[in-house]
């Protein structure tokens, strides 16, 4: 318990403060949005504090600084309030995560004992975060000063009934926090912070400037405007999509469907084939009746998931008037970058798989055994890359693109989340990169799900004909979707400038990209989920076959 003298933001001054930062190693930790569980931490200091008014009592905003024993340091933004009597025990009963610790304030009189508490479960604080942002308030702090901004969305979603939006904090808490606003809007409080616009915000900000339909609109923002001129965004407020789930959730229960028709079919009956030839030159042709009779309505689903994703490509590469996001060439400069980062990739990933070999199971650990061996290939393919020479251009785009950043509205599919990978500062986040990356990312997604949707089953009951029928219904699944996805990608964008004008580029570009995002997984499931990383082994595997054979033909028939 922290004790303090007269009133509960003295424990940000002095003494005091010193106590509340040793505190905060552990209480970071015990946070979903915490990036740094698994890193040693050197220091914890808060560098900033910004008093927001609240009817219910002022908030402080924090923005702590994380410094590790290895590694770059990490700022994260906080906003904390004191709660008494009642209000105290009813935080502690209802959302005991968002109590920080316990307080004591002392005054001449009395002793009170409290909590400091994570004021986004204050409901009249995100009251006020929400009037802030359509007022233009600003708010000053020792360095800087938090700017609250709106966009002419803002009157149109909130239309005169903000009194009655009553906001909460939604469950699904992970690297950032957001809270609901009745069902006209949701704003995101970014928890890790940088230096920089985050993409979320200035890709949204564009997309809602030129009409684009499918991605939520941006009503207002959050900002903190360092002395330095330097800008850190803390929060979007955007339009609520009403949504089903996302389309993650949609296609796992779509493959569960199409396996419970492929159950039904006696051995025999499968004269159906797994495309064969390069995704290109398939997604030209009609897909088969059998395939559509088998796979079902999520033929359709894809097909409109690869629309609105060339419709975003298209609306994004049609800004001229803004340098961020104004087209630019495939330089060698970008593909020495890009190469560069391939295959440092590359070769940590090979590392770690190999240091980790003796903890796989047998078959897992003979697969990986193979992908390492096959590093010098990986790295042939990333050189193709850096040998291209290509009218493309770059836009901005997505940056992290999967079925989980889509909501299915039960009729449509609207694309959100634009932060790009979290993981990678902002400055790499805001790249212009050919869009095909966020192809590659759609179809890597498309991929998992079947092996996810398995796992889930309660029975793990093989069909007859064992796991090699099963795989072969896998491949069949996952290679038509990716068909019939690009199919309609290209039906949109196929002409666009920031596609490769023949079909080699496009091979060559594609190939690397899809690679890379498979080794990415290789490494991401090596530190968070060991028992999947069989999924990206083998995708690594079947596109360095795949690559190697389409090579041998270019040379054959150039």
């Known amino acids: 318990m922290l004790i303090v003298n007269e009133r509960w933001e003295r424990l940000l001054e002095g003494e005091v403060r010193g106590q509340l930062e040793a505190c905060l190693p552990e209480i970071l930790k015990s946070r979903r949005w915490f990036a740094g569980k698994a890193r040693a931490i050197q220091s914890v200091r808060i560098v900033e504090s910004v008093t927001i008014p609240c009817p219910s009592g002022a908030v402080a905003l924090l923005f702590i600084l994380v410094e590790y024993l290895d590694g770059a340091p990490e700022t994260y933004e906080w906003p904390v309030a004191a709660a008494f009597g009642e209000q105290a025990a009813k935080l502690q009963k209802d959302v005991p995560g968002a109590i920080v610790t316990a307080l004591m304030v002392r005054t001449k009189d009395r002793e009170e004992p409290g909590v400091l508490y994570d004021a986004l479960w204050n409901a ?78 200035e890709i949204g900000r564009i997309l809602t400037a030129i009409g684009f339909a499918h991605s939520p609109p941006v009503a207002g923002s959050i900002e903190y405007s360092r002395s330095s001129g330097e800008t850190v965004t803390v929060a979007i407020l955007q339009g609520f999509v009403h949504n089903r789930g996302d389309a993650w959730k949609y296609t796992l229960e779509a493959f569960e469907q199409y396996l419970m028709r492929r159950r039904a ?219 019939v996805f690009m199919n309609a990608y290209l039906e949109i964008a196929g002409r666009a400038s920031f596609l490769p004008g023949s079909p080699a580029e496009f091979q060559v570009l594609f190939d690397a990209y899809l690679l890379e995002k498979a080794v990415y997984e290789i490494r991401y499931e090596l530190n968070n989920r060991p028992a999947w990383v069989k999924i990206p082994i083998r995708a690594v595997l079947d596109l360095l076959e795949t690559t190697t054979l389409q090579s041998i033909e270019r040379v054959r028939h150039p």
């Open 124 to 201: 009249e604080f995100s009251r006020t975060l929400l009037s802030a942002m359509g007022e233009g308030s600003r708010f000053r702090g020792k360095t800087g000063t938090l700017i609250a901004s709106s966009t002419e969305a803002y009157g149109k979603l909130i239309d005169g009934r903000a009194a009655a939006l009553e906001p909460a904090v939604m469950n699904a808490e992970q690297s950032n926090t957001s809270v609901v606003y009745g069902d006209r809007l949701i704003m995101k409080v970014y928890r890790r912070v940088e230096n920089g616009v985050n993409p979320d915000l």
């Open 265 to 483: 079919q006696p051995i025999g009956q499968e004269e159906e084939s797994v495309p064969n030839e390069p995704l290109l030159e398939t997604a030209q042709k009609e897909i088969p009746a059998s395939v559509r009779e088998l796979i079902g309505p999520y033929l359709t689903s894809a097909s409109r998931i690869g629309r609105r994703t060339a419709e975003l490509h298209v609306a994004l590469a049609t800004v001229r008037d803004n340098p961020d996001f104004t087209p630019e060439p495939f330089s060698l400069e970008y593909r020495q970058s890009r190469y560069e980062s391939m295959c440092r990739l590359a070769s940590q990933t090979c590392s770690l798989l190999k240091g980790q070999l003796k903890d796989l199971p047998p078959d897992t650990a003979q697969e990986a055994w193979w992908v390492v061996s096959d590093e010098p290939q990986i790295l042939h393919r990333f050189k193709d890359f850096l040998d291209l020479e290509t009218g493309a251009l770059r836009i901005r785009c997505h940056g992290d693109y999967h079925l989980g950043q889509v909501l299915y509205t039960g009729e449509d599919f609207v694309i959100s989340d634009f932060e790009g990978e979290p993981a990678r500062p902002i400055r790499e986040r805001r790249m212009k990169h050919s869009p095909l990356m966020d192809v590659a990312g759609m179809l890597r997604s498309f991929h998992y799900a079947p092996y996810v949707a398995l796992s889930r089953q309660r029975s793990n009951m093989l069909p007859e004909g064992g796991a090699e029928r099963l795989e072969a219904w896998i491949r069949f699944w996952s290679g038509w979707v990716s068909v």
